[in-house]
């Protein structure tokens, strides 16, 4: 069973912080897609990785995908409120399923 | 553009009834999945539905069970509710096939088993 383990669970920082979310697993995935969520409200996509060792910028946003393929991480800098919320990755297997990470629940205090 | 719809948003049953829920996906999406999400989790694959035909399953019990439409809309049906069963249920839909496809999320609905 493959499967994605998220850290850390939950963040709290000030405003103007900078933080990075791990996800790590033993598996290797075909690509790796981070999602934010809101409460009440579906994932919403935020990037998607698919070579090894690929790095996305998405303005404050960083996203890293292993060269393994096994791992990722998001980096924020100069954490802002509203970036608040649950942030999930989820890997996609060779049969196309996306298997999901437990969460980082992140609140950025003003 | 109408993103992934879901219906109802939210839903109350008892233990022992049945329920179905709603999805109309994305325009232009040809398959469909749907996601249980237990509160303070991630979303835990069910299945995915693509030219009307359940391809992928994860690890639910045959009380779960769907159909896909002609015109890709999906329904996701679950038999003799246990109080377990309360979660939010997602849609995602996306075009089938090749690595890094993307999936876009309905807006859920939430299910209540009392």
């Known amino acids: 069973t493959q499967l994605l383990e998220q850290s850390p669970q939950f963040l709290s920082i000030q405003e103007g912080e900078n933080l990075t979310v791990y996800c790590n697993s033993s598996s290797v995935f075909s690509s790796l897609q981070w999602y934010r969520q809101e409460p009440g409200e579906g994932p919403v996509l935020l990037v998607t990785v698919v070579t090894g060792g690929e790095v996305k910028k998405l303005k404050r946003l960083t996203f890293q995908f292993g060269d393994a393929r096994k791992d990722s991480s998001l980096h924020i800098t100069a954490a802002q409120p509203g970036d608040t919320g649950l942030y999930l990755c989820a890997g996609e297997d060779s049969s196309y399923k996306l298997i999901f990470g437990s969460g980082t629940r992140l609140l950025v205090r003003p | 553009d109408a993103g992934v719809t879901q219906s109802p948003t939210h839903l109350i049953k008892t233990r022992g009834q049945q329920v179905t829920l709603r999805c109309s996906p994305k325009s232009g999406h040809d398959t469909v999945s749907w996601y249980q999400q237990a509160l303070g989790q991630g979303p835990q694959f069910i299945f995915q539905y693509y030219e009307e035909e359940e391809r992928q399953r994860g690890n639910f019990p045959d009380r779960f069970s769907g159909h896909q439409f002609p015109n890709y809309s999906s329904e996701l049906n679950v038999n003799a509710l246990l109080l377990g069963d309360s979660a939010l249920y997602l849609c995602?839909?996306?075009?089938?096939?090749?690595?890094?496809?993307?999936?876009?999320f309905g807006p859920g609905t939430r299910l209540t088993v009392t």
């Open positions: 995602a839909s996306s075009l089938y096939g090749g690595a890094g496809y993307e999936q876009y």
